[in-house]
C-alpha cells in the first residue's frame, strides 16, 4: 500500500516554529498537529508560549487548547489524538504537519510505536508494594533473572523502570529490552520530510532569556495564580511545564520572584540543549540551520519545498 505523505517541523524552545510552520502549510495545503505536553491545555496560554487563533492565519490546528489542566498527557494518549488528527487532516484532502519540540511524542507518532501504557495495574501495584517492603535491590536482582540486558541498562536505584521492566515480562512473558528492539526496528508507515529548525546557540538563548521575560511582562505569574485558585497543584503532569512548577516554587515561598524567572531562564536553556541532543541523534533530520539562510524565511521555505517535492510528498 503506498504510504500516505508527512511533514514535521522540530526544534528548540523559542527557536521559531510556529511562525514557520504556518508559511509551510500555506504553501503546501497542510493543517498542523502541535507536539507540544504543555499547548494542549487549556487555561495555560502564556507560560506555554501557546499559538493564537490570530497567529494561525486560518490554518486549522489540532491538539491546541483542549484538555483541562487537571487531566493528564502522555505519549500514548498524545499518538492516539495525533492519530484521530492526522485521518481527519487526509480526509480533508490536505497534509499533515506535525510542529514542536518534543521529540519523543514525534518519533512515537513517526514510527507508529506501540509503548504498551497499560493502565495503573495490580501487578504494578503488588511490585510497588514489594519495593516500599523489599527494598529496589531485590527488585533488581529479580529482573536480572528475567531481563539481564535490561538490569544492565536500568541502574538498581531507578524504582519505576525497573517496576515498569519486571510488569512488562509479567503482562506479555517477555522481555521489555526484546521490545524496545523490535520498536527501533520498525520503518515509519509515513513517506516523510523531518525538519528540524536550528539556530545558531548564543542567539537561541538569548531569544529564551528574551521570552521569559516577555512571559512574566504579560502575566504569567498571574496565569499561575489563576491556575492555582482552580485547584491546580504542583504535582499535576501540567504543572511540570517549564514556568510553571517554578512559580509554585516562588508561591509557596521556596524561591524568591527574581530566583524563580532566573531558573526559569536557566533551565530553559538546559532543555533546550537536551532537544537538540536528541534531535541530532535521528539520522533522518533534514537540518534547516537558520543563519545558513541569514535569517531569511522565504529561502528557508523554499529549501524545505525542495525537499518536500523530491520527496514527492505534494
Known amino acids: 500500500m503506498e504510504k500516505r505523505p508527512f511533514i514535521i517541523l522540530a526544534g528548540p524552545t523559542a527557536v521559531g516554529k510556529s511562525a514557520l510552520s504556518i508559511s509551510l502549510a500555506k504553501a503546501v495545503g497542510g493543517e498542523i498537529i502541535s507536539c507540544d505536553s504543555m499547548q494542549v491545555y487549556q487555561y495555560m496560554d ?8 490570530e ?3 486560518g490554518v486549522p490546528h489540532y491538539l491546541v487548547d483542549v484538555l483541562p489542566p487537571t487531566e493528564d498527557f502522555h505519549v500514548a494518549r498524545f499518538v492516539s489524538m495525533a492519530k484521530e488528527a492526522m485521518e481527519q487532516i487526509y480526509a480533508n484532502g490536505h497534509i499533515p504537519i506535525a510542529v514542536g519540540g518534543t521529540g519523543f511524542y514525534i518519533q512515537a507518532l513517526l514510527y507508529d510505536a506501540d509503548f504498551s501504557e497499560e493502565e495503573h495495574t495490580p501487578i504494578r501495584e503488588a511490585l510497588e508494594q514489594e519495593a516500599r517492603t523489599l527494598g529496589a535491590e531485590t527488585l533488581h536482582h529479580r529482573l536480572k533473572e528475567v531481563d539481564p540486558l535490561s538490569a544492565e541498562r536500568i541502574h538498581p536505584n531507578n524504582v519505576k523502570r525497573t517496576i515498569r521492566a519486571l510488569e512488562f515480562y509479567e503482562l506479555h512473558h517477555e522481555p521489555i529490552s526484546l521490545h524496545n528492539q523490535q520498536q527501533k526496528e ?3 508507515p509515513y513517506e516523510f520530510c523531518y525538519f528540524v529548525l536550528n539556530d545558531e546557540r548564543q542567539h537561541l538563548y538569548d531569544q529564551i532569556d528574551k521570552r521569559v521575560d516577555q512571559m512574566m511582562e504579560m502575566g504569567l505569574y ?9 485547584g491546580c497543584t504542583r504535582d499535576m503532569v501540567s504543572m511540570q511545564g517549564l514556568g510553571y512548577k517554578e512559580l509554585f516554587d516562588v508561591m509557596d515561598g521556596s524561591m524568591t520572584l527574581a530566583e524563580g524567572i532566573y531558573t526559569i531562564k536557566r533551565d530553559t536553556r538546559h532543555f533546550a540543549k537536551r532537544q537538540l541532543t536528541w534531535f541530532r541523534s535521528k539520522p533522518e533530520v533534514i537540518w534547516v540551520n537558520k543563519p545558513d539562510f541569514h535569517y531569511d524565511e522565504q529561502a528557508m521555505l523554499r529549501f524545505m519545498i525542495s525537499k518536500i517535492e523530491q520527496k514527492h510528498l505534494r
Do not use: F
Not at 46 to 53: D, L, Y
Open 46 to 53: 502564556i507560560g506555554s508560549a501557546k499559538i493564537t487563533p
Open 222 to 230: 498571574q496565569e499561575v495564580e489563576r491556575l492555582r485558585d482552580m
Open 55 to 57: 497567529e494561525m492565519q
Open 186 to 188: 520498525k520503518t515509519s
